[in-house]
């Protein structure tokens, strides 16, 4: 246990995050979010914010998330399945508040997209606490030895020049106290052997599938 907090805090306070705006607002309001200017990585393609990005701000409006650009104290990762031509979805979500450790899974029904607004409905969820089979220390010492804090949304990949049809798309949202990021991967098993951060993230999907028994990777 005290090896793990050496190491969650070392890495907490490091500037692991690349900033992408240099004039966020002072944070005023929202549950567990903290008085600091948030730096906020979220990656644009061509001059505007992910699909997914989108999509994910509106079902967190729905399910009255926290909103993580605000910050967080201390820790929270979630991560989004969004599965193409269904209409069920999951989050699942990891939080360290002050030391203590919280997971969640919600298994979403989806209404049907609206391509204008860029948005669908949540028709209706289920939402159950959840704990890693092994336990939370060792969980998230092998997500950080994956990267999970740093890896870069998979467009941003120099030289990446790949054709994204339908398919699953998993989205990571991590915050700290002074660190917003949000990152994409599509179908990262068609993607794994010629990307190593493809794969990287395949293997934490993995990891949390085997930790919690949710079959996240299959729809």
């Known amino acids: 246990m005290k090896f793990f907090l050496k190491y969650f805090w070392t890495l ?6 690349i900033p992408s705006c240099s004039n966020n607002n ?6 567990n979010s903290v008085d600091y200017k948030v730096a906020k990585d979220i990656p644009k393609y061509k001059n505007s914010y992910p699909f997914y990005y989108q999509i994910s701000n509106h079902r967190i409006n729905q399910l009255k998330l926290d909103n993580l650009e605000l910050g967080y104290d201390s820790l929270q990762i979630r991560i ?16 360290n508040l002050k030391g203590n450790w919280l997971g969640e899974i919600y298994n979403l029904k989806l209404g049907e997209f609206n391509f204008t607004m860029k948005k669908d409905s949540v028709l209706s969820f289920t939402h159950y606490e959840v704990t890693p ?8 010492v ?4 994956l990267d ?20 699953e798309v998993y989205s990571f949202e991590i915050a700290t106290t002074k660190n917003y990021r949000f990152y994409s991967y599509f179908s990262p098993f068609r993607l794994q052997a010629k990307y190593p951060q493809a794969d990287k993230a395949l293997e934490i999907l993995k990891i949390i599938d085997l930790e919690f028994k949710i079959d996240g990777l299959q729809p």
């Open 133 to 140: 089979k092994s336990n939370w220390d060792s969980l998230m």
């Open 148 to 167: 999970i804090m740093t890896l870069p949304d998979l467009r941003s990949i120099p030289d990446f020049n790949e054709s994204l049809a339908d398919g």
């Open 80 to 95: 989004w399945y969004n599965y193409s031509r269904s209409d069920i979805g999951k989050v699942i979500i990891f939080k």
């Open 26 to 31: 002072s944070i005023i309001n929202q549950r």
């Open 12 to 17: 907490a306070t490091m500037s692991i995050f």
């Open 142 to 145: 092998r997500l950080m030895n």
